[in-house]
């Protein structure tokens, strides 16, 4: 594939709230020029979803080999689905597939395990190639996983992307299933996992009343704080680990279990306020004189969320990505299009300050 200045891409991205897909038909250099052409949000079915939940669940859990297998055995099952919402948004952007120069995808993250040296997203990039004759870039983390990294959080460049053109001194807090935070300067770049963002919220809400999410922190808003179980969450191993650091969806899965099993708006309460306490520790962890903080991911629109975090940093202006022009629940689609540009162009992808990684490097693989 010749290498071009700017390129039509899509991105694609399902991230751990396992909700749906997101994807955005961007041109983009992959580093300074990204115009956004069209983008869409496709809800998982409800079958689909507890299917996703099912296959991992019931992963083999002590064996690390059967588990790597076991999902690989599931593969398919993600890969016809994907392939679904890829012809109904190629249909919908009505653009001829030799148009399209590339499309980026991360895949649905089903484990990441990088002590181990394992982060598997699953769907095969090669399938779809195959199928739809369109390059493909997918497995952006293997290479960074390989070589030191934990590949994860892999967005980083992008989200320096859009620092560079706000206010210095800000940063981007992604609110998604795990919450992570990027922090630009002239002199470095920063980034790492903060905590179990709207996983564990969401987890409870479907366990409790079978919603997808808490609607604007409405459960939360009714509930008391438990107390005893907050503090045992602070003292987590992970929040004295100094970043770069990465988080599996499943990680905190031992206080949902606790969690479960107390009132329910306590519950989401003491989740949310989990969530809240993740983030101020990791503002605490990062040392910077942050005067603005940008709000992305699915989280922002909780408004729990959002005014506890508020009343926890009242010396910084925590705005949403919205106010920007970004719609910040496309944001990652956009950042997986942006992400495989960089790519195909040998970029770096990650480097020593945002994924541990031993030298800025580029990822993903190239299929067509």
């Not at 499309?103 to 997203?121: A, E």
């Not at 770049?189 to 709207?198: Q, V």
């Not at 503090?231 to 599996?248: E, G, M, R």
């Amino acid at each position: 594939m010749s290498i071009r200045k700017k390129y039509n891409v899509i991105g694609i991205m399902s991230g751990t709230s396992m909700d749906g897909l997101d994807f955005s038909y961007i041109k983009t250099n992959g580093t300074n020029f990204v115009k956004i052409i069209k983008e869409s949000t496709f809800e998982f079915t409800p079958h689909y979803k507890n299917e996703l939940r099912k296959i991992i669940s019931k992963a083999p859990k002590n064996n690390l080999s059967q588990q790597i297998k076991y999902f690989y055995e599931n593969e398919d099952y993600i890969t016809n689905n994907l392939l679904k919402y890829i012809r109904i948004f190629l249909r919908k952007i009505n653009t001829k597939k030799n148009i399209i120069d590339l499309i980026g995808i991360s895949g649905q993250t089903v484990l990441h395990n990088p002590k181990k040296k394992i982060s598997i997203q699953l769907g095969s990039c090669s399938k779809i190639n195959k199928i739809l004759h369109i390059p493909i870039i997918g497995n952006f983390r293997e290479n960074d996983i390989n070589n030191g990294g934990q590949g994860a959080p892999i967005g980083s460049f992008y989200h320096k992307y859009i620092l560079n053109k706000v206010s210095k001194k800000t940063a981007i807090i992604n609110l998604g299933g795990i919450s992570n935070i990027t922090y630009s300067s002239t002199k470095e770049l920063i980034a790492f996992d903060m905590g179990p963002g709207n996983s564990l919220i969401d987890d409870l809400t479907f366990y409790f009343y079978k919603k997808r999410f808490d609607h604007k922190g409405n459960y939360a808003k009714k509930g008391s704080l438990i107390k005893e179980v907050l503090n045992d969450f602070q003292k987590d191993v992970f929040f004295k680990q100094n970043y770069p650091k990465s988080l599996d969806r499943e990680y905190f899965n031992r206080f949902f279990n606790i969690l479960k099993n107390k009132k329910n708006t306590d519950s989401i309460h003491t989740a949310s306020m989990m969530s809240v306490m993740s983030i101020i520790m990791g503002i605490k962890l990062l040392k910077k004189n942050i005067k603005k903080i940008i709000v992305t991911g699915g989280g922002r629109k909780n408004n729990f969320l959002m005014k506890s975090i508020g009343n926890k940093l009242i010396k910084i202006k925590i705005m949403k990505i919205d106010q920007f022009g970004y719609n910040g629940d496309l944001l990652e689609a956009q950042m997986f299009a942006y992400l495989a540009v960089r790519s195909l162009k040998k970029l770096p992808l990650s480097t020593p300050n945002t994924t541990g990684v031993n030298k800025s490097i580029t990822g993903g693989y190239l299929y067509s």
